[in-house]
């Protein structure tokens, strides 16, 4: 079992930065993928970024240099960095945890709005 917990989300101007954090615990290990996703109202979940131990990223062409993911082993946390923030990056952004051959874990979500 593992469990999700965010942290980090709120309200910015467009051009701002956000860091979105994500906290795991359970059986958590470095080979695994850790991830964020978005949902807008009226859309479906996308990927944001992944990570896989601390170097295997990926990213939606949407946040391609202006978001960075980022993983801590020893302290089983993702982070997200977000800069250059635009209206349309306005989610509610889910921590995942992605073991192979398994459904993926879910935490709860963490609100963020980009508008001035």
């Known amino acids: 079992q593992v469990q999700l917990v965010e942290s980090g989300g709120g309200l910015v101007q467009p051009g701002g930065s956000l860091r979105l954090s994500c906290a795991a615990s359970?059986?958590?290990?470095?080979?695994?993928?850790m991830g964020w996703y978005r949902q807008a109202p009226g859309k479906q979940r996308e990927l944001v970024a992944t990570i896989q131990d601390t170097s295997i990223t990926r990213y939606a062409d949407s946040v391609k240099g202006r978001f960075t993911i980022s993983r801590d082993n020893a302290k089983n946390t993702v982070h997200l960095q977000m800069n250059n923030l635009k209206p349309e990056d306005t989610a509610v952004y889910y921590c995942?945890?992605?073991?192979?051959?398994?459904?993926?874990?879910w935490g709860r979500g963490t609100q963020v709005t980009v508008s001035s």
């Open positions: 359970g059986s958590i290990f470095s080979i695994d993928t």
């Open positions: 995942t945890y992605a073991r192979s051959g398994y459904l993926p874990y």
